[in-house]
């Protein structure tokens, strides 16, 4: 059984910052990817970014790369966000995720609201 739990959001003004966390439970943390997704208001849930297991080849949307930074600390079970100048469309509920022998694995979301 994997637990992901996410903390970290909050009001941001345009142009601050932000870092997610997501505390996973559960064994073999480190032999996963994991991703961040979010989902704003009226709109389909949409893919933020995704490590893998060894922390190498990150990749992000189009809407964020250069401004987001996805990393883990496997020694600890954290993975994390670090969003910069970020914008009124980054707001959603950000949510972290990972999938195990098939099966789907989502926290229960963070609020990220950017606004002046």
């Known amino acids: 059984q994997v637990q992901l739990v996410e903390s970290g959001g909050g009001l941001v003004q345009p142009g601050g910052s932000l870092r997610l966390s997501c505390a996973a439970s559960?064994?073999?943390?480190?032999?996963?990817?994991m991703d961040w997704f979010r989902q704003a208001p009226g709109k389909e849930r949409e893919f933020v970014a995704t490590?893998?297991?060894?922390?190498?080849?990150?990749k992000y949307a189009d809407s964020v790369k250069g401004r987001f930074t996805i990393s883990r600390d496997n020694a600890k079970n954290i993975l994390y966000l670090q969003m910069n100048s970020l914008k009124p469309e980054d707001t959603a509920v950000y949510y972290c995720?990972?999938?195990?022998?098939?099966?789907?694995?989502w926290g229960q979301g963070t609020q990220v609201t950017v606004s002046s």
């Open positions: 995720h990972t999938v195990r022998v098939g099966k789907d694995y």
């Open positions: 559960g064994r073999a943390f480190s032999n996963y990817a």
């Open positions: 490590i893998p297991w060894s922390a190498g080849s990150t």
